[in-house]
Each structure stands twice: as structure tokens, then as C-alpha cells.
Antibody
Framework: EVQLVESGGGLIQPGGSLRLSCAAS????????MTWVRQAPGKGLEWVSV???????YYADSVKGRFTISRDNSKNTLYLQMNSLRADDTAVYYC?????WGQGTLVTVSS | DIVMTQTPLSLSVTPGQPASISCKSS???????????LYWYLQKPGQPPQLLIY???NRFSGVPDRFSGSGSGTDFTLKISRVEAEDVGVYYC????????FGGGTKVEIK
């Protein structure tokens, strides 16, 4: 059974940093393209970042230069390093790979 | 950037009746590999999105056959042949031919 489990969310002040993790089981992170998708309260889905199997990474304009996606193949885990956080980054962050999604982790940016 | 436009924004359906959701992309989603990278997701209340349809018309594992997808190029449709109470939620289309983009969502409720 495939499981993606996110962690690392929480309450953070504007300008702060957080690192989200997504631990995979029954699924090989490095063999698939992995994404981070977020959903602000009461809003739709917004793609944030993707890392392809070859290692190429891409970002939405809204997070470019502030967020970094990476993976640790030995731990079969996906990461999202989020710096210079703003109030409009407040959302549930999901890791996903097309057919498989985690339950999400809530990031709240507020003073 | 590819823009995905869904209509209608919301739908109220009597159980047992059909429903249809449209999704239009600003560019063709047909790749040179012959595949069309259009997906449909359902997000039930309080849950992460779940994949219903991949590559326009292929039902994901475990998806009931009352769900079907069709279309080509830039115009796509998700049909539910007979809506059931468990089908309520927000439906999203998504493209992955050029990074990822989601449609704005269609909320389906039961009359």
C-alpha cells in the first residue's frame, strides 16, 4: 500500500523558515515525479513545486527564490524548504505524485 | 503558463441523475509521446484530493465505472452517469504537460 506522510507544518512568524517532509512507503520517490501542492483555507489547489525523476526542479512564480524542493533517496523522503514565509503562504501543503497524495500538513504564517 | 478553466463553478444534482463538468485548457495537452496529460480529481470534504481519471479517460484503481472522462486537445469533460451521495465534493481538472496547473474547481452537491 502506498503511503505519503507529511510532517513539519506549524505556526511560524512572517519571515521565518520551515522544512516540510514527506515520507513515502510502498512507493519510490526517486522513480516518480513528486510535487508539493497547497490549498489556502477555503480555496482551490495551487501547484507549488515539482522534482522530476531526473532531478530537475521547478517552482511556481509565487514561491520561486524562497522555496526549495529536494529528496533524500536513501530515506525515500521528499522535502520542501520554505524561507521568507509570508501570510499568503498559509495553507495545507500536500505532497503528491499524480495518483497518490498525503493527508497534508498545515502551515500558518502569522505574528 | 497553461490556464485551466472549469465550468460550472457549482452543480446541484438529484441522486441517480447524470452530471457533467467541463475543463478547457489554454494550450493543447497532447504531448509528442501521444499521451494527453489531463487528470480529474475529487476532493471530498476534509480529505486530500483523490485521482479519478488520468490521461483524459483512464479510470484510476478502484474508481467506479459511473465516472468517465473524454475530450482531446484543449476541451475535456468529466461525466458521472448516476450521481450518488458519496460523490459530493469539489472536482478539479489538472494538466501536467507543462509543469502543473489546476482548474478552479467545481463543487458538486446533492439536491
Amino acid at each position: 500500500e502506498v503511503q505519503l506522510v507529511e510532517s513539519g507544518g506549524g505556526l511560524i512568524q512572517p519571515g521565518g523558515s520551515l522544512r516540510l517532509s514527506c515520507a513515502a512507503s510502498g512507493f519510490t520517490v526517486s522513480s516518480n515525479y513528486m510535487t508539493w501542492v497547497r490549498q489556502a483555507p477555503g480555496k482551490g489547489l495551487e501547484w507549488v513545486s515539482v522534482i522530476y525523476s531526473g532531478g530537475n526542479t521547478y517552482y511556481a512564480d509565487s514561491v520561486k527564490g524562497r522555496f526549495t524542493i529536494s529528496r533524500d533517496n536513501s530515506k525515500n523522503t521528499l522535502y520542501l524548504q520554505m524561507n521568507s514565509l509570508r501570510a499568503d503562504d498559509t495553507a495545507v501543503y500536500y505532497c503528491a505524485s499524480i495518483g497518490y497524495w498525503g493527508q497534508g500538513t498545515l502551515v500558518t504564517v502569522s505574528s | 503558463d497553461i490556464v485551466m478553466t472549469q465550468t460550472p463553478l457549482s452543480l446541484s444534482v438529484t441522486p441517480g441523475q447524470p452530471a457533467s463538468i467541463s475543463c478547457k485548457s489554454s494550450q493543447s495537452l497532447l504531448h509528442s509521446d501521444g499521451k494527453t496529460y489531463l487528470y480529474w480529481y475529487l476532493q471530498k470534504p476534509g480529505q486530500p484530493p483523490q485521482l479519478l481519471i488520468y490521461e483524459v479517460s483512464n479510470r484510476f484503481s478502484g474508481v467506479p465505472d459511473r465516472f468517465s472522462g473524454s475530450g482531446s486537445g484543449t476541451d475535456f469533460t468529466l461525466k458521472i452517469s448516476r450521481v450518488e451521495a458519496e460523490d459530493v465534493g469539489v472536482y478539479y481538472c489538472m494538466q501536467s504537460i507543462q509543469l502543473l496547473t489546476f482548474g478552479g474547481g467545481t463543487k458538486v452537491e446533492i439536491k
